[in-house]
Structures are given as structure tokens and as C-alpha cells.
């Protein structure tokens, strides 16, 4: 069992930043590919961005490209989500997943993830 615990949502104006965390406890002596996924109000969930298990390979949705950054600190069984530039649009729900029996390319379909948090929510002003 992997529990995930996000925090660093909140309400931020059209333009500014956030930073989310994701902390992983229990089964953490493997690391593993992690996701970041949002659900907007009325929408069905989309990916955001992932990461693999060594932190070397990221995949962005084209919406948050250039503005959004995945990263892992291993030693802290946390990943982050540096959201930068945010927009109206970015409002929804995140919540961070892990796949815990996959080693290769990270996925971005949600369903390949084993494990998920519940979530944070980000809410941005225009």
C-alpha cells in the first residue's frame, strides 16, 4: 500500500504561482512513475504531467506546457508540481497517482495508476 497526501493548493489570481507537493508513505522502498492529474468541476479527469521513477523523463499536457514543472526529491518521497503563469482555466482539483508496478515511460492515461491522493484544489482568479 502507497498513500499520497497533497498539499499547496489555495486561490491565486490569473498570473501567479503555486507550488504542490505530493508525499508518499508506506510502501516507499522502491520509488516509482508518478503523476499529476487535475479535475475541473463538470469535466472528466486529464493528465497534467508525469514523471518516471529516476526524475529523468517528464511528459507535459500541451495546456501546461512551458508553465508547469514535475519534479521528485527521493529522499523526501515528494513530488512536486511547480505551476507557474496560472490561468482561469487551470482551476480544478489535482491530485497526485503513482504506478507502482510499471518501470518503463511513464503513462499518461489515469488508469494505469495503482495509487492516488485526494486531492488539492487550485482555484485561479481572473
Known amino acids: 500500500q502507497v498513500q499520497l497526501v497533497e498539499s499547496g493548493g489555495g486561490l491565486v489570481q490569473a498570473g501567479g504561482s503555486l507550488r504542490l507537493s505530493c508525499v508518499a508513505s508506506?510502501?516507499?522502498?522502491?520509488?516509482?512513475?508518478m503523476g499529476w492529474f487535475r479535475q475541473a468541476k463538470g469535466k472528466e479527469r486529464e493528465f497534467v504531467a508525469v514523471?518516471?521513477?529516476?526524475?529523468?523523463?517528464?511528459n507535459y499536457a500541451d495546456s501546461v506546457k512551458g508553465r508547469f514543472t514535475i519534479s521528485r526529491d527521493n529522499t523526501k518521497n515528494t513530488v512536486y508540481l511547480q505551476m507557474n503563469s496560472l490561468k482561469p482555466e487551470d482551476t480544478a482539483v489535482y491530485y497526485c497517482?503513482?504506478?507502482?508496478?510499471?518501470?518503463?515511460?511513464?503513462?499518461?492515461?489515469?488508469?494505469?495508476?495503482?495509487?492516488w491522493g485526494q486531492g488539492t484544489q487550485v482555484t485561479v482568479s481572473s
Open positions: 497517482a503513482a504506478d507502482v508496478n510499471y518501470y518503463g515511460h511513464p503513462y499518461t492515461w489515469a488508469g494505469e495508476y495503482d495509487y
Open positions: 514523471l518516471s521513477w529516476s526524475g529523468s523523463i517528464t
Open positions: 508506506g510502501r516507499t522502498s522502491s520509488t516509482y512513475n
